[in-house]
């Protein structure tokens, strides 16, 4: 093991499970805390040098002080993209056509956000069912597998799609352990 990675190693060892308690103190969520822990962990991984840590524990706060700053943010601005949709497909039907133009617009960039979570083949079904307007039949001719597994992809989907609107309307706080 190269001295870096014994570094790393110890540093992981050392303090993991008291960063983890740290953060499930702040977030009120062993989950969000555990995932927290470990981006801070993958965060020191990708530094070009490793940093020279006179106090460890200060150091690994304020990386996850920032992660958890920007995870809040970027669920705070999910949540109002979906309240904006949601809100928009509540208008009228006799809208513009620059409303609806403007409406599909938004809804393609909240569709591009949520779907860079999902793995490529459920992703392209979706996207070539939804948007192309494509056929089961020609969903599975170009991913390769069975009308039934393109079917199963687009439920991966829209549950996932369910799963992330529902989270969205409760508190960004929220946890369900």
């Avoid at 822990?37 to 991984?45: G, I, P």
């Avoid at 133009?101 to 591009?112: D, N």
Wanted: proline share 3%; charged share 20%; aromatic share 8%.
């Amino acid at each position: 093991m190269s001295p870096h990675h014994q570094e790393f190693h110890d540093l992981y060892v050392a303090h993991h499970g008291w960063l983890r308690g740290w953060l499930r103190g702040r977030l009120r969520c062993g989950f969000a805390a555990a995932d927290l822990t470990q981006d801070t962990f993958v965060n020191l991984m990708e530094q070009p040098a490793p940093p020279v840590l006179r106090q460890p524990r200060a150091f690994l706060q304020v990386v996850a002080s920032r992660l958890m700053i920007n995870r809040y943010r970027r669920m705070t601005i999910e949540a109002e993209v979906l309240r904006t949709v949601g809100w928009m497909a509540e208008q009228d039907q006799a809208a513009s056509a620059e409303d609806l133009a403007s409406t599909r617009q938004l809804l393609g960039q909240v569709l591009a956000m949520l779907t860079h979570e999902l793995d490529v083949k459920s992703r392209t079904a979706f996207l070539m069912a939804r948007v192309d307007g494509s056929s089961y039949r020609e969903i599975a001719a170009h991913l390769g597998v069975s009308e039934t597994r393109v079917k199963q992809y687009l439920a991966k989907v829209l549950l996932h799609f369910h799963t992330r609107m529902s989270n969205a309307a409760a508190e960004p706080a929220t946890c369900h352990e």
